[in-house]
């Protein structure tokens, strides 16, 4: 591992952020003399960015905790576009409404991680349909597009996948590498930034764009890659059996999220420390340490409460920990797990065990799915185990505080609550 002079690199090699770098001397020379803007892009192609995305957030927040300057780029442009990054085909086209939608609604979880303000690192956010949707098609491809060689267009992974797959590559989504490096290129001059981070799938497109800024005369610019994460199963960061492990709270509930790491396999809890919380380093290999023995699963719930926090606040994170300590140490009822609400009179005239799992609360992905849980005996109502796939769930199983408590395994609980 490289040794490191200035604290933002320092702590983010250490932690496990880094993949690559272009110039490692030189952009730790810059961080150790200068205060440095950096950037990361995100484009709005949900209401909500998911936990894959969260390590870049934090390389945002270590940027601001050693003293310089994070900018987060929403794609208000290219989110028009699209990136086709090592994607299978083309993401379907949002209207710029939609995009303006998921922007805002997206801008919420950014100010949990960064300090935004007019101080010298105080956090930036800007949008890059400020310099992208009113372009003058004409006069980018003469100052902007004569920069770009197909051939070595052609040369980049990215590219090389979908092509070789025989998967088809539009020209729309052909000029996303420029859109992004010409945001390289606006950003340095109207904002001083001087390094774009990002997965290391995006490690051709921000070389590209340090390039396109030597071509067009701005200081020397950076690159920095995070690498790609998978769990220790190989599984994909920021996906749960149930879907999308959303960042917005109105998409999943802190107890949700909470239980997403919570559930962390144990060859990665030392790893997602040093990744998604500040905890000292010394604290980490503590903590690592203890996590060898039976104390794992303690060790797990600081994982998830210290991950929750930063998100959600300090005392959702420990309401959640509360929660799913009274749910599977107490077998108890809490109002924090999560809750499906259904017409009284449905549940009045009994719904079908298959479909409550399934339709009604998404525990199960399909009825043939709930079939075989039961079958396996995976599913309870009110902690009793279902035996049988024809059975109903009606008013007759609400609970004395007014509920039903549907459960597939130990760790996923909803409660079904007529109105």
Do not use: C
Not at 13 to 32: M, W
Not at 45 to 61: F, N, R
Not at 291 to 315: F, P, Q, S
């Amino acid at each position: 591992m490289t040794t490191f002079r200035s604290d933002f690199l320092r702590t983010l090699s250490e932690r496990g952020f880094v993949h690559q770098i272009s110039d490692p001397e030189g952009l730790d020379t810059l961080f150790a003399t200068e205060t440095v803007t950096a950037y990361i892009g995100f484009d709005p192609t949900a209401p909500s960015l998911h936990a894959g995305g969260l390590i870049q957030i934090m390389m945002l927040h270590w940027l601001q905790a050693t003293g310089h300057r994070p900018v987060s780029l929403m794609g208000g442009g290219t989110g028009m576009v699209g990136d086709p990054s090592f994607k299978e085909e083309a993401r379907k086209l949002m209207t710029v409404e939609t995009i303006e939608e998921n922007i805002a609604s997206i801008k919420q979880v950014f100010s949990s991680y960064l300090s935004y303000g007019d101080a010298p690192t105080g956090a930036m956010m800007i949008n890059n349909a400020e310099w992208l949707r009113d372009l003058n098609y004409l006069e980018f491809l003469r100052d902007v597009g004569r920069h770009f060689s197909v051939n070595r267009m052609l040369s980049f992974d990215s590219v090389k996948t979908r092509l070789e797959r025989e998967q088809s590559l539009s020209f729309l989504e052909f000029n996303y590498m420029i859109l992004q490096a010409y945001d390289f290129v606006e950003l340095s001059k109207r904002y001083g930034v001087r390094l774009q981070m990002g997965g290391s799938d995006q490690w051709g497109n921000i070389v590209n764009g340090i390039d396109l800024g030597h071509r067009m005369g701005t200081q020397q610019l950076y690159a920095l890659t995070s690498p790609l994460l998978t769990t220790a199963s190989g599984a994909k960061m920021g996906k749960s059996l149930s879907g999308a492990v959303w960042l917005n709270a109105d998409m999943l509930s802190p107890y949700e999220f909470w239980q997403y790491w919570r559930n962390t396999e144990d060859a990665d809890v030392e790893r997602f420390l040093k990744l998604y919380t500040t905890l000292p380093m010394d604290e980490i290999a503590r903590l690592a340490d203890e996590a060898k023995g039976a104390a794992i699963n303690e060790v797990k719930k600081i994982l998830a409460t210290e991950v929750t926090a930063m998100l959600h606040g300090r005392a959702a994170a420990e309401a959640a920990a509360e929660t799913a300590r009274k749910t599977f140490e107490e077998g108890g009822l809490s109002a924090d797990l999560p809750t499906v609400e259904i017409p009284a009179a449905e549940l009045e005239a009994g719904i079908g065990v298959l479909s409550v799992f399934a339709e009604k609360t998404g525990l199960v992905a399909s009825n043939g799915e709930a079939r075989r849980q039961i079958k396996s005996g995976g599913l309870k109502v009110n902690d009793a185990t279902v035996t049988d796939d024809k059975a109903a769930v009606s008013a007759r199983d609400l609970t004395p505080e007014g509920v039903v408590k549907l459960s597939f395994g130990k760790k996923k609980h909803v409660l079904l609550k007529p109105v």
